[in-house]
């Protein structure tokens, strides 16, 4: 009977034995674990590695855009215009123009210039031009009226013609839409000139005829011109013309002394419509 319980105590202790060492045996399993982490981290580490030695690669293939910007916004751009082409030259070209249209701030007299212009453009900006504006002209309804009541005209001479050179500058050129359907070119240009001025001094018929005179003057233009053709543009002028004039009065009563008022400065500003044409 002893033996037999000898027996069964070897037998439990050696059983608690070889599960303690099984249970020794499995949480030494984790060990390879920690080392598959690390090798892992190691893998993952290298192509990480090797990732961002790729993306560097493709990082230096990516634009610079300071590179970019000093390129493009350097001082060597000066040497570019704003609009390089165009569509219709007039660089050493001739033209003519024939324009039509009222005389605006006269005080006493209505009507209507013509001007006839021959000019020569040296560049797209520069040119010459003579011009010669000849008004059509008449008494206003103010002047009818205080005729009508009292025999007489104002004291103040009538504009006849003017005629100048001129030098033109050209500064605006562009480009616009029309309907969507088109493109119009148009440019600006400003003319400072020199003329001389023909004039008629009013007089009464019952003491004399009135009397033609001249004066030296300076003019400001202001010209726009809309290009639908290599030879026609549409033009549209803003004349202002500057002198200094002699005045008479209408009527003295025996005493031609009299008559003389002294010179004052007279401006005569015309707006005309016309047309242009380039050989």
Not at 141 to 150: E, K, L, T
Not at 236 to 246: G, P, V
Request: glycine share 6%; net charge positive; proline share 3%.
């Amino acid at each position: 009977m002893k033996s037999l319980l000898w027996t069964v105590a070897v037998c439990f202790v050696s059983i608690l034995t070889s599960s303690a060492f099984a249970q020794q045996g499995g949480s030494k399993s984790p060990a390879p674990e920690r080392g598959s982490d690390k090798s892992a981290e190691r893998s993952s580490d290298k192509s990480s590695e090797r990732g961002s030695d790729k993306s560097a690669e493709r990082g230096s293939d990516k634009l610079d855009l300071r590179k970019l910007e000093e390129k493009y916004w350097s001082a060597k751009d000066t040497d570019f215009t704003v609009v390089q082409n165009r569509t219709y030259t007039k660089e050493k070209r001739f033209y003519i123009s024939l324009a039509y249209g009222p005389l605006m701030n006269d005080p006493y007299f209505t009507g209507r210039n013509t001007a006839f212009s021959l000019g020569y453009y040296f560049s797209e900006r520069m040119g010459l031009e003579f011009n010669n504006e000849s008004g059509n002209l008449k008494d206003n309804d103010s002047v009818v009226y205080f005729n009508q009541f009292n025999g007489l005209f104002p004291d103040t001479n009538k504009f006849v013609s003017y005629r100048s050179l001129n030098f033109l500058i050209v500064p605006f050129y562009a480009k616009m839409s029309f309907w969507n359907r088109s493109i119009i070119y148009f440019d600006m240009q400003f003319g400072f000139g020199v003329g001389q001025e023909t004039y008629t001094q009013l007089i009464d018929p019952l003491e004399g005829s009135n009397r033609s005179k001249t004066a030296s003057g300076f003019n400001f233009d202001i010209s726009q011109q809309l290009f639908f053709h290599n030879n026609w543009a549409v033009r549209f002028d803003i004349k202002n013309k500057f002198s200094t004039q002699e005045r008479l009065k209408y009527r003295v009563s025996g005493d031609e002394t009299k008559r003389n008022l002294g010179s004052f400065s007279a401006q005569d500003t015309s707006i005309l419509l016309g047309a242009t044409f380039f050989f």
